[in-house]
């Protein structure tokens, strides 16, 4: 057998796994969630899910994975997993459907480069960004070309292997990404009107706090950081013996993560309140907002088609964690080849991604229990499967292959006793109950 790939340097791991966290889910998702769950006090309660219990689960996914060499359903099968290993088939399940329609997601976000290079994004005024927008996603084919441009684009990345494309485009563009969020910033909260944003944003209203808000916080802590699927697991897997202390990682890993979501909404609510937009207007936020600024800049258009190629490429590199792991369910499992395994895949997620971008437009009547496809599709992927996926991992991981993993990452990664402590206290307990909570909580509104 071909020796495991492994990361070229320890910041190539860090940026390349953080390259899975930030995506639209920092940049599109959080920011509207904020909007719609009371902006602070949402950001603090998001904060504090992120850095318990999500930053435990995603220790656990990276140490799992590191200690068996192997992505996720052979990580559990290696550790005799037994029914445990049910974790590892409902990630792969999961991986599948969210890509189904972060990918339409991600198609908007390339019709958005060509938008900025032909001038069409309506940045006049908050209607006609707005009207731009939607005309977009409610048709019937653009949207579907894109997100089919978009799989394509995952595909053409995760045939060659993930390592030296993922790891190499990390390390350049992230450091962009954040260059250009912090330019943005500065043009945002100078805006006249910014300060209301800020205040909105920054200041927590408690009132709007309800169970559905530690429900969105809570799943969106586990979407952002990619855990509860098994990606984690797979990029663990890459990494060799002496690649340096995993908790330090894991935290420098859930920082950043979380650092350019907090970003992504200082830039988004400082322009939503300045140009009149509606922080409540859910998935379009990011999108409307975000011409309005650029209109308002020097070289806006340049910094327009800048902005959305890298959160494109911030998708991208998300988007190709979720596709490698069902692909190297299929390469360990099955035998096929990698490429078979990844057009085959590919195809198949781009078609049954297809009902999800028609539900915002030709197919807007069609709902189920209340949903839009897309919709459902959000809800029982990071509402449902994110979190219990996680639930079973921080339990396994916390009582059962404990001291493993210990063996494997403590020991040689210079030990981290109390660390290890609070960490096995919130796989073990904190996480399983707060999720259940949460989760029985959410369902029962
Ligand atoms: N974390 C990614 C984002 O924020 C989405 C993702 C979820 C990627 C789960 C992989 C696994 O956009």
Same mark, same amino acid.
């Given at each position: ?52 219990? /999500?930053? $435990? &689960?995603?220790? +656990?996914?990276? *140490?799992? @994975?590191?200690?068996? %060499? ?52 309506? /940045?006049? $005024? &908050?209607?006609? +960004?707005?009207? *731009?927008? @939607?005309?977009?996603? %409610? ?55 910014? &300060? ?10 408690? %009132? ?238």
């Amino acid at each position: 057998m071909q020796a495991r790939e492994h990361w070229h340097s320890r910041i190539g791991f860090i940026l390349a796994a953080a390259g899975s966290a930030v995506g639209l889910g920092n940049i599109w998702r959080f920011p509207y969630l904020a909007g719609e769950h009371g902006g602070g006090a949402f950001l603090l309660i998001y904060l504090m899910c992120a850095f318990t219990i /999500g930053i $435990s &689960a995603l220790f +656990a996914e990276l *140490a799992i @994975g590191k200690a068996t %060499s192997r992505s996720p359903i052979g990580a559990f099968k290696a550790l005799k997993a037994g029914p445990w290993t049910l974790a590892a088939y409902l990630g792969v399940c999961a991986a599948f459907l969210t890509l189904s329609f972060y990918s339409v997601v991600g198609g908007w976000t390339l019709a958005y480069v060509v938008k900025s290079v032909t001038g069409a994004l309506g /940045g006049e $005024s &908050a209607e006609s +960004a707005s009207d *731009a927008f @939607g005309a977009l996603v %409610s048709s019937t084919v653009e949207p579907v070309l894109y997100h089919g441009l978009f799989m394509a684009l995952v595909v053409i990345v995760v045939v060659p292997g993930v390592r030296s494309g993922i790891e190499f485009a990390s390390k350049w563009l992230m450091p962009i990404l954040f260059i250009l969020l912090l330019t943005l910033i500065l043009r945002a909260v100078t805006l006249p009107g910014a &300060a209301e944003g800020l205040e909105f944003y920054l200041r927590p209203d408690f %009132s709007k706090v309800t169970a559905t808000t530690f429900v969105a916080a809570l799943s969106q802590a586990f979407f952002s950081l990619s855990v509860g699927l098994g990606a984690m697991i797979t990029y663990g897997s890459y990494l060799g013996a002496g690649s340096g202390s995993l908790p330090k990682a894991t935290t420098w890993i859930a920082g950043i993560d979380c650092g350019v979501a907090v970003l992504g909404g200082l830039l988004i609510f400082s322009a939503v309140f300045a140009f009149g937009h509606d922080p409540a207007a859910g998935p379009s936020l990011t999108f409307v907002t975000l011409p309005t600024v650029f209109h308002e800049m020097p070289g806006g258009a340049l910094f327009a088609t800048a902005f959305f190629a890298l959160l494109a490429v911030a998708a991208l590199t998300s988007a190709v964690s979720l596709l490698e792991v069902a692909v190297s369910y299929m390469v360990d499992q099955h035998g096929v080849s990698r490429r078979t395994a990844a057009i085959v895949l590919g195809i198949a997620i781009f078609i049954v991604g297809i009902p999800s971008s028609l539900s915002l437009g030709p197919w807007s009547d069609l709902t189920l229990f209340g949903l839009g496809v897309m919709d459902l599709a959000d809800y029982v992927t990071v509402k449902l499967m994110l979190p219990i996926g996680s639930i079973l991992l921080c339990l396994y991981a916390g009582w059962v292959v404990r001291p493993h993993l210990l063996d494997t990452t403590s020991k040689r990664d210079g030990a981290y006793p109390l660390t290890f402590r609070i960490w096995t206290v919130m796989c073990r307990f904190v996480a399983p109950i707060a999720i259940t909570y949460i989760l029985i909580a959410g369902l029962i509104r």
